[in-house]
C-alpha cells in the first residue's frame, strides 16, 4: 500500500541517488565546458574512489570521514596524472575532436580490468559512517543519508562560488569562453586543463565515498553511474553546471517514484524514457548549452 510515509521516504532516497547523478554530472560538464571533450574513463574514477574508501577503512583502520577525504584526494591527484600523460600530448593535434574520446574509453577499458586483476570480482561493502536514524514528522531517516545530502549540497555550493570569485574560477572561465584570449592574458591554459581534468575525477570519487557504505562497491559500478551522469548533463544542458545539478536531482528522484508506482525493473526504462523525450522535444536541455 503507497502511503504518503512511503512517498516521503523514497523522495529521500531519490535525493540521495539525485546527489551521485549531480557530482557526476557536473564533474562532466565542468570537463565539457572547460576543454569541450568527454571523459569515457570518469566512471571508473567513481569505481577507484568506492575502493580507496574500502581499503582505507578496512586495511589501515582510518575513520570513515577521513577515508572519503583521502579518497577525494587521491583521485584528483591520479586524474590530473591521466590529463597529463594520455590527454595534454593530444592538445593542439589534428582529430581533437576525437582522440580524447578514444583515450579515455581506453583508458576506462584498463582501469576497470585492472581494478578486476587486482581486487577480483566479488562485490564489498561498507559500513555507514554514521550510524543512527532521526524521526521527522513521523519519517524515520537515517543520519549517513543526511550527510549525503549536507555535504552534497555544501561541496557543490561551494565549487559554484569558487569558480565565480576564486583567481582560478576566473581563469578557468577565461579558459573555458576564449582559449587563446586567455592565454594572451598570461593564463596558463595547460595548467587550467590539468587541476579542472583532477577536480572532475574528485567529483566522481566524492559521489563514491559517500554512497558507498548504502550502494555495494565492484569493478563495474563505473558504467551505470557514468550513463546516468551523461542523461542528467543533457537533461540540464551541456556546460550548465546548475543544469547538471538540477537534473541529477530530478533523475534521481524521479527514479525513486518509479520504484512505488511502477517496479524497481522499470527505474531505467522511465530515465531513459525521459532522456529520449528530452532529446526529442528540447536538445538542448532545461537550461539550454551554456558557455562558462
Known amino acids: 500500500m503507497i502511503t504518503g510515509k512511503l512517498i516521503v521516504e523514497q523522495l529521500v532516497n531519490g535525493l540521495v541517488l539525485g546527489c551521485m547523478y549531480a ?14 571533450m568527454l571523459n569515457f574513463a570518469h566512471g571508473e574514477f567513481y569505481m577507484i574512489g568506492g575502493y580507496f574508501v574500502f581499503f582505507a577503512l578496512n586495511l589501515l583502520g582510518i575513520p570513515g570521514v577521513w577515508c572519503l577525504v583521502i579518497s577525494v584526494a587521491i583521485v584528483l591527484v591520479l586524474g590530473m596524472l ?36 587486482l581486487w577480483g570480482e566479488h562485490i564489498k561493502n561498507l559500513p555507514y559512517y554514521i550510524e543512527g536514524t532521526v524521526e521527522l514528522m513521523g519519517v524515520r531517516l537515517a543520519y549517513q543519508r543526511l550527510m549525503i545530502l549536507f555535504v552534497t549540497a555544501f561541496v557543490m555550493l561551494g565549487f559554484w562560488v569558487y569558480t565565480k570569485k576564486s583567481r582560478f574560477g576566473l581563469g578557468l572561465r577565461a579558459v573555458a569562453q576564449d582559449r587563446d584570449a586567455a592565454t594572451l592574458m598570461g593564463i596558463d591554459f595547460k595548467r587550467v586543463y590539468t587541476v579542472t581534468f ?25 558504467h551505470a553511474a ?29 527514479e525513486s517514484l518509479a520504484v512505488i508506482f511502477l517496479s524497481s525493473e522499470w527505474k531505467d526504462v522511465v530515465s531513459f524514457s525521459i532522456f529520449i523525450i528530452m532529446l526529442t522535444l528540447k536538445p538542448a536541455g532545461l537550461f539550454g548549452s551554456k558557455e562558462w
Open 23 to 36: 557530482s557526476i554530472a557536473s564533474g562532466l560538464t565542468l570537463i565539457w565546458g572547460t576543454m569541450k
Open 82 to 117: 591521466l590529463e597529463k600523460s594520455i590527454i595534454e600530448p593530444l592538445l593542439g593535434k589534428p582529430g581533437w575532436e576525437l582522440s580524447p574520446l578514444v583515450v579515455t574509453v581506453g583508458a576506462s577499458i584498463a582501469i576497470q580490468n585492472g581494478a578486476l586483476k
Open 198 to 222: 583532477g577536480i572532475s575525477c574528485a567529483m566522481a570519487a566524492l559521489a563514491a565515498a559517500l554512497l558507498s557504505p548504502i550502494f555495494s562497491i565492484s569493478p563495474w559500478m563505473g
Open 226 to 254: 557514468l550513463t546516468k551522469g551523461f542523461i542528467a548533463v543533457v537533461l540540464g544542458g551541456l556546460g550548465s553546471f546548475e543544469g547538471a545539478i538540477l537534473a541529477g536531482v530530478l533523475l534521481g528522484s524521479v
